[in-house]
């Protein structure tokens, strides 16, 4: 219990039942509050809290917040950003039952919680104590009484909604609850009327860990059970759990082209998505002849025309695959029915889009990992700050083959965000690279280098090793060994890898001790944008009349040709702007 001055042990005040007796005119904040937080900063939180002396202990959580919508339900996520330690030597009182926190601790949880950018909100608070006497933590009546004062104090001066947690000693003994912004007069009685945090999701190193609060609203025979036959004999590896891991995850990748297909490969044979998980496909482009040797799934009927392809600057043909006669199909509608071949149970989302549009950041933002294989580093860029933003896991993968003087045959694993270094830090994206496809040639402004060799067993390298993360990630196979990822630049030619650099800039603007970003959510300016659309002259106008009727939004291109990798430079420097 946290309470400025009374010297009561909440032992002896029993548990409240305020989870079954809210007031039925009060409104959740949400069906479901979840609790982001990295590995690294949940550790910080137990070690602090639990003790072997058995007395309370008590700190403070500065989170983002994300509020989105999944199957009808509402969202509402925190996203740890720092875990701030109260030192015994701060409390009013220290007792085996409560801890006393003063006035001038809340304080400076406000202060703390002030935006470091004026184009930042303010971020949300979450006061933590211990309950290291109980497996099964539960508020007090005691809490009852002090949260509401406490968080209508912070609320006053910083925008909520703010809450608090009770941690125990096991690792997935936990419960929470947040507050309208209003706490301090929403009562019924001696019953506080806050809605739950319902579960929590740690981002280890090598594992995504998931527990439902003791409070939590959500039924545990939600997540699917891993009893496909289709999937048995991987279940001899991870279990069956590991195989209901993989089918309740939501997966995106972004770019499903030579690399990407290999990616989306995998997942799909996996079984990634079958449950109440998905894959989410981003990509603008259509099949053409020239690649369909290393899209997984194409077919000779996929490969459009090309002298059907539109050439206007503003205008991407996969959203025109169903419109001008001739085009090739859509990428990710080739990944779709790969997918829907492979495994009929597996939810797919195709996006004919590019990433930084808000549907395909939405796509990124409430991802369980993120796949990333784009041609461009401007997209990577944006994905790779996003993920930082959001608390995503990011797996980036890349191939160069390279024939002048001498061939050099190099495939690269990058696993990012959600704590981690971003890709600039890296070392996965360059200044050089970005400044060739913003202003290079034609093929430079498309694909980065220049037209490069493409080969299908080169990309497929770099697929399984990203593809094997992900299946590690989300199954925790081998977590307990601590075995690293196959992750770095390999020279397939020496066949020798070189490992990227483990550690932020300080001064990163993306990642840095100071950058705006991480783990903001929603609290920070948005990545997503909504670049300038036009019709293809291919496309005529009694054609196009015909459309506009059946759809009332104008139509989105979808390839990062040379016009809109221009406004994407405009983006990186708004970005770079926001940090200056």
Not at 21 to 33: F, G, I, K, R, Y
Not at 238 to 246: T, V, W
Not at 491 to 519: I, K, W, Y
């Given at each position: 219990?946290?309470?400025?001055m009374?010297?009561?042990?909440?032992?002896?005040?029993g548990?409240?039942?305020?989870?079954?007796?809210?007031?039925?005119?009060?409104?959740?904040?949400?069906?479901?509050v979840t609790?982001?937080?990295?590995?690294?900063?949940?550790?910080?939180?137990r070690?602090?809290?639990?003790?072997s002396?058995?007395k309370?202990y008590?700190?403070?959580?500065?989170a983002g917040?994300?509020?989105?919508?999944?199957d009808g339900?509402?969202?509402?996520?925190?996203?740890v950003r720092d875990?701030v330690?109260?030192?015994?030597?701060?409390?009013?009182?220290?007792?085996s039952?409560?801890v006393?926190?003063p006035?001038?601790?809340?304080?400076?949880?406000?202060?703390?919680?002030?935006?470091?950018?004026?184009?930042?909100?303010?971020?949300?608070?979450?006061?933590?104590?211990?309950?290291?006497?109980?497996?099964?933590?539960?508020?007090?009546?005691?809490?009852?009484?002090?949260?509401?004062?406490?968080?209508?104090t912070?609320?006053?001066?910083?925008?909520?909604?703010?809450?608090?947690?009770?941690?125990?000693?096991?690792?997935?003994?936990?419960?929470?609850?947040?507050?309208?912004?209003?706490?301090?007069?929403?009562?019924?009685?001696?019953?506080?009327?806050?809605?739950?945090?319902?579960?929590?999701?740690?981002?280890?190193?090598?594992?995504?860990?998931r527990f439902?609060?003791?409070d939590?609203?959500?039924?545990?025979?939600?997540r699917?059970?891993?009893?496909?036959?289709?999937?048995?004999?991987q279940?001899?590896?991870?279990?069956?759990?590991?195989?209901?891991?993989?089918?309740?995850?939501?997966v995106?990748?972004?770019?499903?082209?030579?690399?990407?297909?290999?990616?989306?490969?995998?997942l799909?044979?996996?079984g990634?998505?079958?449950?109440?998980?998905?894959?989410?496909?981003?990509?603008?482009?259509?099949?053409?002849?020239?690649n369909?040797?290393?899209i997984?799934?194409?077919?000779p009927?996929?490969?459009?025309?090309?002298?059907?392809?539109?050439?206007?600057?503003?205008?991407?043909?996969?959203?025109?695959?169903?419109?001008?006669?001739?085009l090739?199909?859509?990428?990710?509608?080739?990944?779709?029915?790969?997918?829907?071949?492979?495994?009929?149970?597996i939810?797919?989302?195709p996006i004919?889009?590019?990433?930084?549009?808000?549907?395909?950041?939405?796509?990124?933002?409430?991802?369980?990992?993120?796949?990333?294989a784009?041609?461009?580093?401007?997209?990577?860029?944006?994905?790779?700050?996003?993920?930082?933003?959001y608390?995503?896991?990011?797996?980036?993968?890349?191939?160069?083959i390279d024939t002048e003087?001498?061939?050099?045959?190099a495939?690269?694993?990058?696993?990012?965000?959600?704590?981690?270094?971003?890709?600039?830090?890296a070392?996965?994206?360059?200044?050089?690279?970005?400044?060739r496809?913003?202003?290079?040639?034609?093929?430079?402004?498309?694909?980065?280098?220049?037209?490069?060799?493409?080969?299908m067993?080169?990309?497929?390298?770099?697929?399984?090793?990203?593809a094997?993360?992900?299946?590690?990630y989300?199954?925790?196979?081998?977590?307990?060994?601590?075995?690293?990822?196959?992750t770095?630049?390999?020279?397939?030619?020496?066949?020798?890898?070189?490992?990227?650099?483990?550690?932020?800039?300080?001064?990163?603007?993306?990642?840095?001790?100071n950058a705006?970003?991480?783990?903001?959510?929603?609290?920070?300016?948005?990545?997503?944008k909504?670049?300038?659309?036009?019709?293809?002259?291919?496309?005529?106008?009694?054609?196009?009349?015909e459309?506009?009727?059946?759809?009332?939004?104008?139509?989105r291109s979808?390839?990062?040709?040379?016009?809109?990798?221009?406004?994407?430079?405009?983006?990186?420097?708004?970005?770079?702007?926001?940090?200056?």
């Amino acid at each position: 219990m946290i309470t400025p001055m009374r010297q009561l042990d909440e032992r002896d005040a029993g548990v409240s039942d305020w989870a079954t007796s809210t007031p039925e005119d009060s409104q959740n904040l949400a069906d479901c509050v979840t609790l982001r937080i990295t590995g690294n900063d949940y550790e910080t939180l137990r070690s602090h809290l639990i003790r072997s002396n058995g007395k309370e202990y008590a700190a403070y959580l500065l989170a983002g917040t994300q509020t989105y919508e999944k199957d009808g339900d509402r969202i509402l996520e925190y996203l740890v950003r720092d875990v701030v330690t109260i030192p015994p030597f701060r409390y009013t009182d220290h007792q085996s039952g409560y801890v006393g926190i003063p006035h001038d601790v809340t304080h400076e949880m406000m202060q703390d919680a002030k935006p470091d950018d004026a184009r930042s909100d303010e971020q949300a608070v979450l006061v933590a104590h211990s309950h290291p006497w109980s497996t099964n933590p539960a508020h007090s009546p005691l809490d009852d009484d002090a949260e509401p004062k406490q968080l209508a104090t912070i609320t006053h001066s910083r925008a909520g909604p703010h809450g608090s947690i009770i941690v125990g000693p096991e690792d997935d003994s936990i419960t929470g609850r947040v507050w309208p912004d209003d706490a301090g007069t929403v009562r019924d009685g001696d019953t506080s009327v806050a809605t739950p945090i319902d579960e929590v999701v740690v981002l280890d190193e090598f594992m995504q860990r998931r527990f439902s609060t003791t409070d939590s609203r959500l039924d545990d025979a939600r997540r699917s059970v891993g009893d496909s036959e289709m999937h048995d004999r991987q279940a001899l590896l991870h279990d069956e759990e590991g195989n209901a891991a993989l089918a309740d995850a939501d997966v995106t990748v972004v770019g499903a082209g030579g690399l990407g297909s290999e990616l989306i490969k995998h997942l799909a044979h996996l079984g990634v998505g079958r449950g109440d998980g998905s894959i989410t496909v981003i990509d603008p482009d259509v099949v053409e002849e020239s690649n369909r040797s290393r899209i997984v799934g194409s077919r000779p009927s996929d490969a459009g025309r090309e002298d059907a392809t539109p050439d206007e600057d503003t205008v991407v043909p996969a959203q025109w695959t169903d419109d001008i006669d001739g085009l090739g199909m859509a990428k990710v509608d080739v990944a779709a029915r790969y997918i829907r071949e492979t495994d009929p149970a597996i939810t797919v989302r195709p996006i004919r889009e590019v990433a930084q549009v808000e549907e395909g950041i939405d796509a990124i933002t409430t991802a369980d990992v993120v796949l990333s294989a784009p041609d461009q580093h401007t997209v990577r860029r944006i994905v790779s700050r996003t993920c930082s933003q959001y608390l995503r896991p990011l797996v980036d993968a890349g191939v160069a083959i390279d024939t002048e003087d001498a061939t050099s045959i190099a495939s690269r694993v990058t696993v990012s965000g959600a704590g981690r270094p971003c890709l600039d830090c890296a070392g996965a994206i360059n200044d050089t690279r970005l400044n060739r496809e913003q202003h290079g040639d034609e093929h430079e402004a498309e694909y980065g280098v220049g037209e490069q060799p493409a080969v299908m067993p080169v990309n497929a390298e770099a697929a399984q090793r990203a593809a094997f993360i992900v299946h590690r990630y989300l199954t925790g196979l081998l977590s307990d060994t601590e075995a690293p990822f196959d992750t770095g630049v390999r020279d397939m030619v020496s066949n020798r890898t070189v490992p990227h650099r483990a550690e932020s800039e300080d001064t990163c603007q993306f990642c840095g001790e100071n950058a705006l970003f991480p783990a903001r959510g929603d609290r920070a300016p948005t990545p997503a944008k909504d670049p300038t659309r036009t019709v293809p002259s291919l496309v005529n106008s009694e054609h196009e009349k015909e459309r506009s009727e059946r759809s009332d939004h104008t139509p989105r291109s979808q390839r990062m040709n040379r016009s809109l990798i221009e406004k994407g430079t405009r983006v990186i420097r708004d970005m770079v702007g926001l940090l200056t």
